[in-house]
């Protein structure tokens, strides 16, 4: 597997507060992403970055923020956690000048439950 | 916006019989990825389908791209235990876009 690490693995956090969820990264990959993995909704883009300090929106951002100040790490925000944030988080990098399908490698997924 | 749709959402398969899944986009597609998460794990890239009617096999597993790049489907013979999990397919608008996630295919093998 590539290596991607994602912290916490597991974090159950109240309503109302702040949480940051980590992805690293030490393939020196271009692209990394955030997904949400909800059931009967698959994987749901919510933010990406395609290079440092470059980042963009997917398709279920309200709620979320991101930050890329390296290569190496992409931290998602959510700033004020809801139960309908309770969910599995998937962090994921690729690079179309590393790899000509453009793969997308996947890191282990945090737990994330709000109460 | 994209969308891409998955049928069908379960599918309890016998050991030893073949069966489909199928994915649909809005959009015609650049490409389409397939990627399979086993219970408790993280997706993992099977295949990528470029061009329109392509058709690839990974021993068991045959992929098709549609002639009009709106559609795939994934076909797998003589289901085994080791098959079980969720596909999911990804659709491109544009190379070097971002991937749209179909909902997957949880599958489910009966011994």
């Known amino acids: 597997d590539a290596g991607i690490t994602q912290s916490p693995r597991h974090k159950v956090t109240e309503t109302g507060t702040p949480v940051t969820l980590r992805c690293h990264q030490t393939?020196?990959?271009?692209?990394m992403y955030w997904y949400r993995q909800d059931p009967g909704h698959g994987l749901r883009l919510i933010h990406y970055?395609?290079?440092?300090?470059?980042?963009d929106k997917g398709e279920v951002s309200d709620g979320y923020s991101v930050s890329r100040s390296k290569t190496e790490d992409f931290l998602l925000t959510l700033e004020s956690a809801t139960s309908s944030q309770t969910s599995v988080y998937f962090c994921?990098?690729?690079?179309?000048?590393?790899?000509?399908?453009?793969?997308?490698?996947f890191g282990p997924g945090t737990r994330l439950t709000v109460l | 916006g994209q969308q891409v749709m998955q049928i069908p959402q379960y599918q309890h398969v016998q050991e030893g019989e073949d069966f489909t899944t199928y994915c649909n986009s809005s959009?015609?597609?650049?490409?389409i990825q397939w990627y399979k998460q086993r219970p408790g794990g993280h997706p993992v890239f099977l295949i990528q389908?470029?061009?329109?009617?392509e058709v690839k096999k990974q021993k068991r597993l045959t992929f098709q791209f549609g002639e009009a790049k709106k559609n795939s489907s994934l076909h797998i013979t003589a289901t085994q235990t080791t098959d079980v999990g969720t596909y999911f397919c990804?659709?491109?608008?544009?190379?070097?876009?971002?991937?749209?996630f179909g909902g997957g295919t949880r599958v489910l093998v009966k011994p």
């Open positions: 994921a990098i690729s690079d179309p000048a590393r790899n000509r399908t453009d793969t997308q490698y």
């Open positions: 393939e020196n990959h271009r692209y």
């Open positions: 970055s395609y290079g440092v300090k470059d980042t």
């Open positions: 959009t015609t597609l650049s490409n």
């Open positions: 389908l470029v061009k329109s009617g």
């Open positions: 990804g659709g491109r608008v544009a190379a070097g876009n971002k991937l749209t």
